[in-house]
């Protein structure tokens, strides 16, 4: 019991000092830090005392001891320890940065060689001496000192990490690129963690071009090695060349007989760039090559009859006989792979594009009721099926089926994105038939929706119903607006072309004007009817720039001219007039961050 409780007061005893000595090490780095050196000294030198010599506090305490310009003890202290330790090759590196604040450059530089000459084959000292260098900046010293490195071990390759941190802090590109890929982690295919280097340290397109060239010499002097490829697919995806990222991801795809994940990985980062035909090519790469039973066969059949309708849309040429053949490709996957839970986001993809591209409402509804009745659906998926329904419900003015759909929606997922979704569309339902007062107290609970979009479009609707409600008790403006909007939604685009002119005709005066030229216009540049639009968009700017909706006519035509005109400049110059006459707009973060794109900022 005694022995028990004398270890226990050992324990307790050295627990207390480890500490303390933590303690007085913090202090000791806040006296330096604010200044306090001669406070600080005191206790670096009993730490380093303490730990029988230690680098770290010795070197701290010798220039807490040169900041006081206490000269004549520093060199003192360090000549004792250098003739106690001539082993301790840093002792060297304190000496001569004390010999050149004396200004006794060439005596410090022979105390800088002594601690190179000094050098065995031991890592820790090696990196410990070229790291003193480079903290000093004596980056020819610290090369110096890697260099020898690797002659004592004999291993070339083994300090190129630290050789090439030295260039990178040299600001030479070229030689730094060149020794991160002879680095111990270009040879064990650490390649996440070159990427991130390389991502964090190339800033030019010139410096990725040298990192391209350098990475095809090192394909030819070691074949065999997997992650020079790897590495060239990832520059090429970094630069956005996503043909030849694709190109490279094949040939690793085949030579490592692979499942088709990267290539899947490209083919989605292409699509979301906007690629189609990129992408097309990969997920047709899967289809054709993979087994029907891999991992990736379903997904990419989906995501390529998914990025098919995407480019279909896109290309502004949208004919019936683009949609027909389309959906013979959804009809014929759905027939070869059957009609159920694993196929169900192909089918709700089969139903928008029934209804929002085919007009065939009935069909796409016919669909979906059949998709909600398969066993095994996912839940999500299940979902939002419920939602496209109760759209295709709304298209056809079934108002109560829709509103039931996108309340089951919003019971289920109260605390998810898709209940959100659910209660923005039953807002915006009860805002189309007029039930304006319930559809604000729905829209301001929205602004603070985890989804952006949905928060920005509830701040908008919530803003119009307000400014607009309250100007007259009859509601008649916003009624005929909200119904128009509602026959827009549907499709009858000429029913709601008449009512948005009678609010022009018959309330001259009222501030639904600028809202009625941007539905319009928005319309327009839909149906690719794009100098309609611009002029719609150009009069709000001009004639009601006081309106709440001059900042979105602004982003509308700014985004036009960016996305699909290619009219840069003009675009530059409507994000700058946004985000500063509009500052107070919830367009003015993106807007700005788009100008910066376009004046060439890198923009992470």
Request: negative net charge; charged residues 25%; aromatic residues 12%.
């Amino acid at each position: 019991m005694q022995i028990k409780q004398i270890v226990c007061s050992v324990v307790f005893v050295i627990s207390c000092t480890l500490l303390w000595g933590q303690q007085e090490a913090k202090l000791a780095n806040q006296y330096y830090q604010s200044g306090e050196y001669e406070k600080a000294a005191v206790l670096y030198k009993r730490l380093s005392d303490r730990a029988g010599f230690n680098d770290y506090y010795f070197n701290q305490y010798i220039e807490s001891l040169m900041a006081l310009e206490q000269y004549n003890e520093a060199e003192r202290e360090i000549k004792t320890a250098l003739s106690e330790r001539p082993h301790m090759i840093q002792l060297y590196v304190s000496y001569g940065s004390l010999l050149e604040r004396l200004a006794l450059p060439d005596e410090a530089n022979d105390q800088y060689r002594m601690a190179i000459s000094k050098l065995t084959n031991n890592r820790g000292a090696i990196s410990s001496l070229g790291n003193s260098f480079a903290r000093l900046a004596k980056y020819e010293l610290a090369l110096e000192t890697f260099e020898k490195g690797e002659e004592l071990s004999g291993n070339s390759g083994i300090y190129s990490y630290s050789i090439a941190e030295i260039y990178r802090r040299m600001n030479e590109t070229e030689r730094m690129i060149h020794f991160y890929l002879q680095s111990p982690m270009a040879a064990s295919n650490r390649l996440s963690s070159v990427q991130n280097y390389f991502s964090r340290y190339l800033t030019q397109d010139e410096d990725y071009e040298v990192l391209r060239r350098k990475l095809y010499e090192k394909v030819q002097e070691d074949p065999e090695n997997v992650f020079f490829p790897e590495m060239i697919q990832w520059v090429f995806v970094r630069n956005k060349n996503y043909p030849m990222a694709l190109r490279q991801a094949k040939a690793l795809d085949r030579r490592l007989d692979e499942n088709g994940s990267r290539i899947y990985s490209i083919a989605q980062i292409a699509a979301n760039a906007k690629d189609y035909d990129t992408a097309i090519a990969g997920f047709e790469y899967i289809v054709e090559s993979k087994d029907p039973n891999s991992g990736y066969f379903i997904d990419s059949k989906r995501e390529l009859l998914e990025t098919k309708r995407k480019k279909l849309i896109s290309s502004n040429r949208l004919n019936g006989d683009d949609v027909i053949a389309l959906k013979a490709e959804y009809e014929t996957f759905l027939d070869a792979m059957g009609r159920g839970s694993k196929t169900a986001l192909i089918i709700l993809e089969l139903a928008q594009l029934e209804a929002l591209y085919m007009n065939n409402l009935q069909g796409s509804i016919n669909i979906l009721q059949e998709l909600l009745a398969y066993p095994g659906v996912n839940n999500y998926i299940r979902a939002n099926a419920k939602l496209d329904l109760g759209d295709y419900y709304l298209m056809n003015d079934e108002v109560w089926e829709a509103t039931l759909l996108y309340s089951q929606v919003d019971k289920e997922f109260k605390e998810d994105h898709l209940g959100e979704r659910a209660r923005f569309k039953n807002a915006k339902l009860s805002y189309y038939i007029g039930d304006f007062e319930w559809a604000q107290e729905q829209f301001d609970i929205l602004k603070s929706a985890t989804s952006r979009l949905i928060s920005n479009d509830a701040i908008d609707l919530s803003v119009f119903i307000m400014d607009n409600a309250n100007l007259d008790t009859t509601y008649l403006p916003l009624q005929l607006f909200a119904r128009a909007e509602l026959l827009l939604f549907q499709n009858q685009e000429r029913l709601a072309y008449q009512k948005l002119d009678s609010i022009l005709t018959v309330f001259p005066n009222h501030s639904l004007h600028d809202d009625v030229y941007f539905v319009k216009a928005k319309d327009m540049i839909r149906k690719t009817d794009y100098d309609g639009g611009i002029a719609l968009l150009e009069r709000i700017i001009s004639d009601h720039p006081d309106e709440i909706r001059a900042d979105n006519a602004l982003f509308e035509l700014a985004s036009l001219y960016d996305e699909i005109l290619n009219r840069k400049d003009e675009a530059k110059d409507l994000y700058e007039k946004l985000f500063l006459d509009y500052s107070d707009s919830t367009f003015a973060i993106e807007s700005r961050k788009r100008f910066r794109i376009l004046r060439g900022d890198a923009v992470q």
